[in-house]
């Protein structure tokens, strides 16, 4: 039985994917279909980022991940390099005192809660009294 002929642009698919193995994988975990692939490929051209190779990918976000961390770093170490002692320790009394208010005003408030029902079981709880004849 003889071979039928494939389409040109078929072959040449083939060919790009015996060069990019990772595509063929990505098939088989069923990310993606053979159709999809070769629309893409077709429309996009061998040329197109979304080829490389997802090994790469992978290295280079590791290493994005690993300069960001040390940029972060760096960046956490040069503002505390750059910190006036005196600044900070003026910020963190101002921190404390607008605490202290915040928590002078809620005992307030719970004060008047807790003495408004103190002063409750004094007296009647109901101020004016109803009786059935």
């Known amino acids: 039985m003889a071979k039928k002929k494939l389409h040109p ?17 990505e098939v088989r975990k069923g990310e993606t279909t053979w159709q999809e692939m070769f629309e893409d490929w077709y429309l996009l051209g061998e040329d197109d980022p979304r080829w490389n190779t997802k090994s790469d990918n992978k290295k280079d976000k590791k290493n994005d991940e690993k300069d960001q961390k040390t940029d972060w770093l760096g960046t956490i170490m040069g503002a505390v390099k750059n910190m006036d002692p005196a600044q900070v320790q003026g910020q963190i009394s101002n921190i404390s005192q607008a605490l202290g208010a915040i ?31």
């Open 103 to 133: 928590q002078g005003v809620l005992s307030q408030f719970q004060g008047k809660s807790g003495g408004s029902s103190g002063a409750s079981n004094s007296g009647p709880a109901h101020p004016f009294s109803f009786r059935k004849d």
């Open 9 to 25: 642009s078929v072959e040449k698919f083939k060919e790009f994917v015996k060069a990019h193995p990772e595509l063929a994988q």
